[in-house]
């Protein structure tokens, strides 16, 4: 590398090669080390790859023999996080460090330092573009005006253009520098775990300083469009075609013979929302609407979907996903009535019982609370649940309370009216049920992540962003104008770049016919 | 069903690019400058439609086209024209547009190859602005890479460099026939000691399951790459150019090779062992052999090397232009699939990288690029090796960019 002298900068490659450093910090300063090591981590990368693809994780974990053991020596099931990936990744760093060490004073050297006067090893120069003209200097200097002059004499002037793209390498090694510092704090540590809820549940867990309370969750389907695939009369599944008419869609139906027939059906026989991989693609957004809690109080609200994860104290919550095979059926009703018969007395009366408001039973100490519906009862290992959003089975609890302190809840059932004993001499029948109406909801899965070293990354990226376009879209021009003596002769223009130089050549070449078209 | 619009503007777009190739190979061989204007005519006609299809596409799908792998490539496509268009007119080399229009044609009929029905609903992951960053910085990326590829690939073929002046060129297939011959003989010899099998090798290392009709292209493809190999060795003693010549040959199989292999494969033609994680080498295989005929076919309509040799081109001004193009697609590439890509990844996923195969794959053509960039700006590599380079960065752009079909992954869109 050069030594900050615009001269040994702009003709280093025509320049025998500097001896060889010797030294641990040398070496890692040396581009061919920092390259190799990129060449060796972007090598491993692929083989992890390749052995993640052969080998699930919890298959390599299983596996016996002699490349399995190898393999898992070697950390091939998270291979990185191992300690080799981080070994590289560190010394990556490190070498990037001290190239970074290395050129940061050539670079200041160069964009402080004035040019040398001397121009005499301009003719030994075989890289540069070198052009003769007959010009006066103000007519050259306005034709050059987008050049700065770093030296004005007599015999020569040195401008220069795109100086500014000089700190592009630094700028852009620095970013990389704190990217993979940030990759390699990151791998380090963190949170990542799954918490899941139905709407009503508070999601916590130990270390995060606040709650999520989960107000509601909710799948949106696109609407019906071609392409789609469908469920149609609950019986089969094809593929939207298009439009035949308003209300009506043809739908391609795909025969297990590969046999493809095209059948028009109404839009109402025609469900996008089904049980099953195929409408994933129907999805067009699902996202829960969460209250923040912290020591029990409520001091946010947000909804969190993908791209929208909720970040508070370092924590993020996403909206990884949600489980649609295990959905919860709420049901909710206005009133009741509830039939209340004492069989011995021949006495039946009638009592309307709104939800969870607790009523007196005529001519009795006890009193009745009507609770929770199920539209589809079934009774299971974990108790009573619904099975469907159907009424299909209605049952509603009934929680009787006596003056002595009993408690005591019965499931009542709409269609099977069998006259229940309840407590005390009265059996009880649900005659009518108002305002029902159930939902399906489905369990939220959030992904909590904690992870170190992200700002560290988010500078890299603004540091490298700025490095690459100064270095790729700033181009260092270098012109030596050497003026004839005492106007006798041509002017010789030199113009020395270390990119793109038959470019450089052409814009000289177009000065020249220029002026002498201007002549 | 009717054909969409912006599909039939595609369409167009191929045509004029490829009359427009046809014209400017004609100007190569009698230089008459009325057959430049026709050309950049052409492309005109053909770029103006193929912009205009990338807005109808966008109308009508209600969100940017970028989502599936035909708009990708399509994207890449238009950018590699509109790449090459601002190198000819810098440079006001129509050699230029004369040369690099087979890559553009060769992306296009690639994107010919994929479902091109559009994506009407955008699954939740994709609705985000930085989708629109992310992948249209990287495809334009990936255009100016293939300009490179493909000025990387006349240079090898056609250029002249002082060494050259000089220098015995007679392209003999003679070398390559040998090892046509002398390979299996060393494989049956091999394979007699050892007892072992390419095949079963590789099931030993792998402990994957065995691909029935998939081996013998496995195996196929191992032998011709070895032939490949052999042949690179009888070949030593010829001149720099002629191992030029045959590298860009060789390179032209390859992708040709990869092309005829798509097309096998979605007519039907050849089916890869399904499920199983060695079809990647199936596929290997296939563009091997494949490939290996593109060889012989590239070599016989060259003229047996005729041609190129003819064509008097500079190799300065060849090497200087995949450089810029390189220097063009590298930001761009790094900003879009990378950083853009990262900081996406991190809101829509939680994590700024997941090691998914197209991120590694794009790490990896990143690293590759960063070390063609700094071997040339800091060792002064220049010519044959950064052309190799270019075109081995862009065969390494494909396989990551199909690498989809093989890996799945988190970005299994299209």
Redesign the interface.
């Known amino acids: ?1 050069t030594n900050g002298n615009l001269q040994s900068y702009l003709t280093e ?1 025509e320049s025998e090669p500097a001896p060889k450093k010797r030294g641990l910090w040398a070496m890692l300063s040396t ?1 061919k080390f ?2 190799w090591t ?2 060796v ?2 090598a491993l ?2 083989a ?2 390749i052995v ?4 699930a994780p919890e298959a390599l974990r299983r ?1 016996q ?1 002699f ?2 053991d190898l393999l898992r020596v070697l950390r091939m099931d998270d ?2 996080r191992s300690w080799w990936y981080r070994l590289l990744l560190g010394i990556l760093c490190l070498s990037l460090f001290a190239c970074i060490l290395e050129r940061t004073p050539i670079v200041w050297r160069l964009w402080t330092k004035k040019p040398s006067s001397d121009a005499s090893w301009l003719r030994s120069v075989r890289s540069g573009v070198v052009r003769t003209v007959n010009s006066s200097r103000s007519e050259l200097e306005s034709r050059l005006h987008r050049f700065r002059w770093r030296l004005k004499s007599d015999a020569l002037w040195i401008g220069e253009r795109g100086r500014i793209g000089l700190w592009g390498p630094l700028f852009t090694h620095s970013g990389m520098l704190l990217i993979g510092l940030g ?1 390699l704090v ?1 791998s380090f540590g963190g949170t ?1 775990t799954r918490l899941g809820g139905f709407a009503g549940d508070v999601v916590e867990m130990p270390g995060m300083p606040f709650a999520v309370r989960i107000d509601s969750f909710r799948v949106v389907y ?1 609407p019906l ?4 695939w469908v469920m149609v009369d609950e019986a089969w599944v094809g593929k939207l ?1 298009r439009q035949a008419s308003s209300g009506r869609w043809q739908v391609r139906r795909m025969g297990r013979d590969e046999s493809e027939e095209v059948v028009t059906v109404a839009a109402d026989r025609i469900r996008n929302r089904f049980a099953s991989e195929m409408d ?7 996202s829960a609407f969460v209250t923040v809690l912290e020591d029990g109080q409520e001091v946010l609200r947000q909804e969190i ?5 909720l970040r508070r104290a370092g924590f ?1 919550l ?1 909206q ?1 996903s949600y489980d649609p095979d295990h959905p919860r059926f709420v049901a909710s009703y206005d009133s009741l009535h509830l039939q209340v018969s004492d069989s011995a007395a021949g006495i039946t009366d009638t009592i309307t019982l709104l939800p969870s408001v607790e009523v007196a039973v005529p001519r009795d100490t006890v009193k009745v609370t009507a609770g929770e519906l199920l539209p589809h009862f079934k009774l299971g290992q974990q108790g009573a649940y619904s099975e469907s959003e159907e009424f299909i089975n209605p049952a509603v609890q009934l929680v009787f309370r006596g003056a002595s302190g009993f408690e005591k809840p019965r499931w009542i059932f709409l269609k099977f009216p069998s006259h229940e004993t309840g407590p005390g001499r009265y059996a009880y029948r649900i005659t009518s049920l108002h305002g029902e109406r159930a939902t399906t909801e489905l369990m939220t899965i959030f ?1 909590v ?1 904690r ?1 170190h070293g ?1 700002a560290l ?1 988010w500078l890299g ?1 603004v540091f ?2 700025i490095g ?2 100064l ?3 700033v181009v260092h021009r270098v012109l030596y104008v050497e003026w004839p003596a005492a106007g006798q002769g041509e002017t010789r223009l030199t113009g020395l770049s ?6 450089y050549e ?1 814009e000289l070449d177009s000065l020249i016919e220029n002026l002498r078209a201007s002549a | ?1 009717a054909t969409p619009l912006d599909v039939q503007l595609f369409w167009v777009a191929f045509w004029c690019y490829l009359v427009g190739w046809f014209v400017f190979s004609l100007w190569l061989a009698i230089k008459k400058p009325l057959l430049t204007t026709v050309g950049s005519l052409l492309y005109v006609l053909g770029f103006v439609p193929q912009t205009v299809a990338f807005g109808v596409r966008w109308a009508n799908t209600g969100h940017f086209p970028m989502s599936n792998m035909y708009e990708y490539l399509a994207v890449m496509s238009w950018m590699a024209v509109l790449t090459f268009g601002i190198l000819t007119w ?3 080399q129509w050699v230029i547009s004369a040369l690099i229009t087979p890559i553009v044609v060769m992306l296009m009929v690639a994107a010919s190859l994929l479902p091109k ?5 955008l ?3 994709l ?2 602005y ?1 989708l629109y960053i992310h992948v249209s910085l990287a495809s334009i990326g990936a255009g100016a890479f293939a300009v490179a590829a493909a000025v990387s690939m006349i240079f090898l073929l056609v250029a002249k460099e002082k060494e050259d002046a000089n220098a015995d060129f007679h392209p003999s297939l003679r070398p390559a026939l040998q090892a046509l011959v002398y390979v299996p003989l060393a494989i049956v010899i091999v394979a007699l000691v050892s007892g072992l099998l390419a095949q079963q090798s590789a099931m030993v ?4 399951p065995s691909p029935r009709g998939g081996g013998a292209l496995i195996l196929l493809g191992l032998y011709l790459l070895i032939c490949g190999f052999v042949w690179g060795r009888l070949a030593r003693g010829r001149s720099l150019a002629e191992k030029r010549y045959w590298t860009g040959i060789g390179f032209l199989g390859l992708f040709g090779g990869a092309l005829i292999s798509g097309v096998l494969l979605k007519s039907g033609s050849v089916v890869l062992t399904e499920n199983s ?1 060695l079809r990647l080498f199936e596929f290997f295989g296939l563009v091997l052999i494949c490939g290996t005929v593109v060889v012989f076919l590239s070599h016989a309509l060259l003229g047996f090397g005729r041609i190129p040799w003819k064509l008097k081109l500079e190799g ?2 060849l090497d ?1 232009v995949n ?2 193009a390189v ?2 697609g ?2 761009l590439y ?2 879009g699939a990378l ?1 853009a890509g ?2 996406w990844a ?8 997941s ?1 998914d ?1 197209k991120e ?1 794959g794009a ?2 053509i990143w ?2 690029y ?2 063609f960039l ?2 040339r ?4 590599w220049s010519g044959t090796r950064t052309a190799l380079l270019s075109l081995t960065g862009f065969a390494m752009m494909m396989l990551s960019f199909f690498g989809n079909y093989f ?1 799945g992954g988190l970005h299994a869109y299209g």
């Not at chain 1, 979907?305 to 994860?309: E, G, W």
């Not at chain 1, 270390?498 to 470019?503: D, G, M, Q």
């Not at chain 2, 029905?117 to 609903?121: D, I, K, R, V, Y």
């Open positions: 590398m490659r581009m920092a390259i990129l060449i981590l972007g990368s692929l992890a790859m993640g693809e052969l080998y596996a023999g490349g399995p291979p990185f990759a990151g990542n696109y469009q071609p392409g789609q075609a994933r693609a129907n999805i067009k957004r699902y979907a993908v791209n929208s994860p993020r996403y990884s992904e992540r992870s992200g990354l990226f490298a962003t690459l376009l270095s790729f879209y270390r990119k793109t130089i038959r470019l052409r | 069903m810098r440079y006001r029905e559009p994506s009407m609903q699954m939740p992951a609705q985000s930085w290392f792998f402990g994957a994680p300065k001004l200087e450089y810029r220097t063009l590298y930001p790094t900003l950083f990262a900081i991190e809101t829509a996923w939680g994590s700024f990288w090691w195969p590694v790490l990896i690293v590759f960063s070390a700094h071997a700006y800091q060792r002064g890996f």
